[in-house]
Each structure stands twice: as structure tokens, then as C-alpha cells.
């Protein structure tokens, strides 16, 4: 069953679809770095739609090579979409956990090498992670404290 709301399925049904057959087909090496799924679910959290981000990112993480650059950035930007989730939720103290986790995870990639040409080489990491501080140092997240992707990206 595809992730979307029952109510209005269409839009993200066959992309839903196509992402996880191509996560299935795809070589351990090439998804996580080039895998269309990647982009659709980092512009889903971009437009809101955290839930949907979350369940494709998850796709992607699991088909990326174990233990892998790839797998630890995704599962930080999966901990982020939760979090994200949670704020619009109201449960500020869940999603301050799970941004710290991210972080957390960010730190870890971070002792990784580096030197590569894969999506873990080319996101703006530290961009990312300073915004997520930034928000950690609000007295109180609110709903619209949500992290997106691509505002990391423009700064």
C-alpha cells in the first residue's frame, strides 16, 4: 500500500511505486547515490510532506550498502523527516530528540572518509547541521520550526 492519504492516492501512488522497484532493481552502489527515489523523498519534506518523505527515504536507506557514507546521511535526513512529523504532531520533545539524534549522526558521518562522488560527498552537511543547532537553541520548537533539505542547500 502506497504511503499517500487514502482519501487522495493518485499523486504519489506510481511514483511511490516506481521508487521502490527501483530500489529492488538497482545495484547496492548506484542507489543511494543516483536513485531518483532520493530526490522525490528529500522534495516531499521540502513540501510538507514529512510522512510520505519518511516511508520513501526508509526505501532508499535500505537499499544503500551497509555501512556506507549513503547509509549513515540517509538515516540522519530519515531522523529529520521524522522529527519534522512530530513538530507538525505538537510533540516538541519528540522532534528535539530526534534532531539531536541527527546530529548525532551527522557527527558520525563526519569521522567517516571522505573522497568520493556519491550523495553523501555532495550534501551540505554542515550547513544542515547548523541549522538543526539553530533550531535546538529555540527555548521552544513549534510547528513552524521544520527543517527542510533544500534551505540547507541555499545557504
Known amino acids: 500500500m502506497c504511503p499517500a492519504n487514502p482519501r487522495n492516492p493518485a499523486p504519489i501512488t506510481k511514483r511511490w511505486r516506481r521508487s521502490q522497484l527501483w530500489c529492488r532493481r538497482a545495484s547496492a552502489a548506484t542507489c543511494a547515490a543516483r536513485n531518483p527515489a532520493l530526490r522525490y523523498g528529500l522534495a516531499l519534506n521540502d513540501r510538507g510532506y514529512f510522512w510520505e518523505a519518511q516511508e520513501i527515504l526508509e526505501a532508499v536507506w535500505a537499499a544503500a550498502p551497509q555501512g556506507g557514507r549513503e547509509r549513515i546521511l540517509l538515516r540522519a535526513c530519515i531522523l529529520i523527516a521524522t522529527a519534522n512529523l512530530r513538530l507538525r504532531m505538537q510533540k516538541a520533545h519528540v522532534a528535539t530528540?530526534?534532531?539531536?539524534?541527527?546530529?548525532?549522526?551527522?557527527?558520525?558521518?563526519?569521522?567517516?572518509?571522505?573522497?568520493?562522488?556519491?550523495?553523501?560527498?555532495?550534501?551540505?552537511?554542515?550547513?544542515?547541521?547548523?541549522?538543526?543547532?539553530?533550531?535546538?537553541?529555540?527555548?521552544?520548537?513549534?510547528?513552524?520550526d521544520w527543517v527542510a533539505f533544500g534551505a540547507a542547500a541555499r545557504t
Open 97 to 144: 530528540r530526534l534532531f539531536g539524534e541527527a546530529l548525532g549522526e551527522f557527527e558520525a558521518l563526519g569521522m567517516r572518509s571522505a573522497g568520493g562522488d556519491g550523495f553523501a560527498d555532495s550534501f551540505p552537511v554542515a550547513a544542515l547541521a547548523a541549522r538543526i543547532k539553530a533550531k535546538l537553541a529555540l527555548p521552544m520548537l513549534t510547528k513552524a
